[in-house]
T-cell receptor, first 113, second 111 residues
């Protein structure tokens, strides 16, 4: 039982490049989330999805895009990478709309230079 | 605005000593409350959660948390800290599928 799997674990991007952070869960959870974690700031929600084909913006969506074509996968796309997107990115999933708590992946550390 | 505050950025305790990590929330109604732990290089792991009922909640790894409505607090406690408890701890509150996290408290355990 893998839970939530994120790839890659580390990545260095040049300014203006693009990339996709992959996230897959094998728990058949409908709800999935992308957070970024910056030192001393906790986690900020970028995008979330309540099921296949349905996504919505979180607190800090600018510069990112997502898609949810299947229940299992929730990739995060960075277009035109900027130094402000240097962060650690976490994908999470949950089985219920509220109260269930989240299962997190181990994160992707992204540096934009 | 809804928010979660962890007043302590960094706490150091000796191994075997007791621990209390503070968390305060600002919500119109009582949200769902959570504590997560993050070991270095890892994702967050759920320690415990509170929905309603008994205000003392037991979690994994010997942790417990007490909900106090009058103080809008949800403090995490452990009677005797082990060196393996060194990590960062996040308090979170959820209302209507909106989970918000505190900034975290980093715990250092002295031998």
């Amino acid at each position: 039982n893998a839970g939530v799997t994120q790839t890659p674990k580390f990545r260095i991007l040049k300014i203006g490049q693009s990339m996709t952070l992959q996230c897959t869960q094998d728990m058949n959870h409908n709800y999935m989330y992308w957070y970024r974690q910056d030192p001393g700031m906790g986690l900020k929600l970028i995008y979330y999805s309540v099921g296949a084909g349905i996504t919505d913006k979180g607190e800090v969506p600018n510069g990112y895009n997502v898609s949810r074509s299947t229940t299992e996968d929730f990739p995060l796309r960075l277009e035109l990478a900027a130094p402000s997107q240097t962060s650690v990115y976490f994908c999470a999933s949950s089985y219920s709309r509220s109260g269930g708590g989240y299962t997190f992946g181990s994160g992707t550390r992204l540096t934009v230079v | 605005a809804q928010s979660v505050t962890q007043p302590d950025i960094h706490i150091t305790v000796s191994e075997g000593a007791s621990l209390e990590l503070r968390c305060n929330y600002s919500y119109g109604a009582t949200p769902y409350l959570f504590w997560y732990v993050q070991s270095p290089g890892q994702g967050l792991q759920l320690l415990l959660k509170y929905f309603s009922g008994d205000t003392l909640v037991q979690g994994i790894k010997g942790f417990e948390a007490e909900f106090k409505r009058s103080q809008s607090s949800f403090n995490l406690r452990k009677p005797s800290v082990h060196w393996s408890d060194a990590a960062e701890y996040f308090c979170a509150a959820e209302d209507n599928n909106d989970m918000r996290f505190g900034a975290g408290t980093r715990l250092t355990v002295k031998p």
